[in-house]
């Protein structure tokens, strides 16, 4: 079952249970009170599985056969290949002869990785005053705050801090910054002690939201570029919303407006002066600070899911990356190498980093025997070696001086020699000339 319909699950077992009512579930569900109970019915008498459609993993009595679809996409590409869906779909009825719809067109062109404009008009965004979530553990508003927190007496913490949006129960650790590690160690820490959130709210931090444009995998499938808290929380079937403003998670902004001043002068007192001492700290703050600041939630109950017996959440809340599988079969990942033991005919694996810093190779869930090369096996660029730290200085060249016995020197001579005795003889036949003409 997916993550969803655990959820569905978990809410109609507590209405079974008379923890919630048919009309309180339809509130969490979104959905109405006979579906409730159609609902309640079907996991009475089939358990479970009950809410999972009798046809899952079936064929389509009406699916077109595959034959069909090639000629139908081929088609396409020699008449049409610049044609959206619609269109198409009309010039496939009335020229070819082909009727089909242009969603199934649409889906069969997605399938075949070809370029597909869904264009939309988004009109203006309404904004009003939104009321508290009715049920603790629906919603959870995080975020970490950058603080001098001790003052000086130790380093520079990061509070990444959890408050539930119906009761304002407050969950909170401390961390030397603000990314993905801190994130899912809190959050596991956090399910362990309370359970699986129905949603979260963040702001729009790197960490939480990618700035990066959606690759052309994710805008044909018609999904955004998610990172690894993104990813993590999807596997956990919970529901990520991102604020737009400060303004509108401006519970838990007020959260650390109230630490920065309350609890900066509590840890003063108790002299923290560690990360550790911190964390320890918060452990006996936080129940009296829930008890003075907490408020009852308007409706009974937990949304809370427990973990299920196979879900590995060491498994989920980690650093998840594909690799390409060389021909050698190995895996560059971190600057290192890693050579895959097992036999496989993947062409890519899913690295998986844990939050203890060990790495896993697995492909379709299995993990990969591998080991890593070490350094000094590994070929390196040629590298300059540089003797001295001071840059060099060009010198101006010197002129060249040739040697007395030079070739050139010799020939300058010899040409010098020549001119000589040729300007003798002009001077001698003008002489000659000259008392020519006094003789005359």
């Given at each position: 079952?997916?993550?969803?319909?655990?959820?569905?699950?978990?809410?109609?077992?507590?209405?079974?249970?008379?923890?919630?009512?048919?009309?309180?579930?339809?509130?969490?569900?979104?959905?109405?009170?006979?579906?409730?109970?159609?609902?309640?019915?079907?996991?009475?008498?089939?358990?479970?599985?009950?809410l999972?459609?009798?046809?899952?993993?079936?064929?389509?009595?009406?699916?077109?056969?595959?034959?069909?679809k090639?000629?139908?996409?081929?088609?396409?590409?020699?008449?049409?290949?610049?044609?959206?869906?619609?269109?198409a779909?009309?010039?496939?009825?009335?020229?070819?002869?082909?009727?089909?719809?242009?969603?199934?067109?649409?889906?069969?062109?997605?399938?075949?990785?070809q370029?597909?404009?869904?264009?939309?008009?988004?009109?203006?965004?309404?904004?009003?005053?939104?009321?508290?979530?009715?049920?603790?553990?629906?919603?959870?508003?995080?975020?970490?705050?950058?603080?001098?927190?001790?003052?000086?007496?130790?380093?520079?913490?990061?509070?990444?801090?959890?408050?539930?949006?119906a009761?304002?129960?407050v969950?909170?650790?401390?961390?030397?910054?603000?990314?993905?590690?801190?994130?899912?160690?809190?959050?596991?820490?956090?399910?362990?002690?309370?359970?699986?959130?129905h949603?979260v709210?963040?702001?729009?931090?790197?960490?939480?939201?990618?700035?990066?444009?959606?690759?052309?995998?994710?805008?044909?499938?018609?999904?955004?570029?998610?990172?690894?808290?993104?990813?993590?929380?999807?596997?956990?079937?919970?529901?990520?919303?991102?604020a737009?403003?400060?303004?509108?998670?401006?519970?838990?902004?007020?959260?650390?407006?109230?630490?920065?001043?309350?609890?900066?002068?509590?840890?003063?007192?108790?002299n923290?002066?560690?990360l550790?001492?911190?964390?320890?700290?918060l452990?006996?703050?936080?129940?009296?600070?829930?008890?003075?600041?907490?408020?009852q939630?308007?409706?009974?109950?937990?949304?809370?899911?427990?973990?299920?017996?196979?879900?590995?959440?060491?498994?989920?809340?980690?650093?998840?990356?594909?690799?390409?599988?060389?021909?050698d079969?190995?895996?560059?990942?971190?600057?290192?190498?890693?050579?895959?033991?097992?036999?496989?005919?993947?062409?890519?694996?899913?690295?998986?980093?844990?939050?203890?810093?060990?790495?896993?190779?697995?492909?379709?869930?299995?993990?990969?025997?591998?080991?890593?090369?070490p350094?000094?096996?590994?070929?390196?660029?040629?590298?300059?070696?540089?003797?001295?730290?001071?840059?060099?200085?060009?010198?101006?060249?010197?002129?060249?001086?040739?040697?007395?016995?030079?070739?050139?020197?010799?020939?300058?001579?010899?040409?010098?020699?020549?001119?000589?005795?040729?300007?003798?003889?002009?001077?001698?036949?003008e002489?000659?000339?000259?008392?020519?003409?006094?003789?005359?």
């Open positions: 079952m997916s993550q969803k319909e655990l959820r569905k699950v978990h809410i109609i077992k507590g209405v079974i249970e008379k923890q919630y009512t048919q009309k309180e579930a339809g509130k969490i569900l979104a959905l109405s009170d006979r579906q409730i109970r159609r609902l309640q019915k079907k996991v009475k008498k089939y358990g479970e599985n009950g999972m459609h009798g046809l899952r993993g079936k064929e389509s009595n009406r699916a077109y056969d595959e034959a069909f090639t000629g139908v996409i081929e088609l396409y590409e020699e008449k049409y290949p610049d044609f959206g869906p619609t269109f779909r009309e010039k496939l009825v009335k020229l070819d002869h082909i009727n089909i719809s242009d969603e199934t067109l649409r889906l069969w062109l997605r399938a075949e990785c370029r597909v404009h869904a264009w939309q008009r988004k009109g203006r965004r309404h904004r009003h005053w939104r009321e508290r979530k009715h049920w603790f553990g629906y919603m959870i508003q995080i975020d970490g705050s950058h603080h001098d927190w001790l003052e000086g007496r130790g380093p520079r913490l990061v509070l990444m801090g959890y408050i539930d949006d009761t304002n129960e969950f909170a650790r401390f961390y030397l910054y603000e990314g993905t590690m801190p994130v899912f160690d809190s959050m596991k820490r956090y399910i362990q002690k309370y359970g699986i959130p949603s709210y963040f702001d729009r931090h790197s960490t939480y939201k990618s700035p990066g444009k959606p690759s052309i995998e994710d805008q044909l499938l018609d999904r955004e570029a998610l990172t690894q808290v993104g990813r993590a929380f999807k596997e956990l079937g919970i529901k990520v919303i991102h737009n403003s400060p303004q509108a998670k401006g519970r838990v902004e007020r959260l650390f407006r109230t630490f920065q001043d309350r609890l900066i002068k509590e840890m003063r007192l108790a923290i002066t560690s550790e001492q911190a964390n320890d700290f452990e006996t703050y936080l129940p009296e600070y829930n008890k003075q600041f907490g408020v939630a308007l409706e009974k109950g937990d949304v809370h899911r427990r973990l299920s017996k196979d879900m590995r959440l060491d498994a989920i809340l980690c650093k998840k990356e594909e690799r390409v599988l060389r021909n079969f190995t895996v560059c990942y971190e600057s290192k190498l890693y050579q895959v033991l097992d036999k496989t005919r993947a062409l890519k694996v899913t690295v998986e980093e844990r939050m203890n810093g060990r790495i896993f190779i697995t492909h379709q869930g299995k993990k990969l025997r591998y080991k890593e090369i350094r000094q096996f590994i070929a390196k660029p040629r590298q300059i070696k540089v003797t001295s730290k001071k840059p060099i200085e060009q010198q101006p060249a010197k002129p060249y001086k040739p040697p007395k016995n030079h070739p050139w020197r010799l020939c300058a001579a010899a040409g010098f020699k020549q001119a000589e005795a040729r300007r003798n003889r002009v001077l001698m036949r002489k000659q000339y000259a008392a020519s003409i006094e003789a005359v």
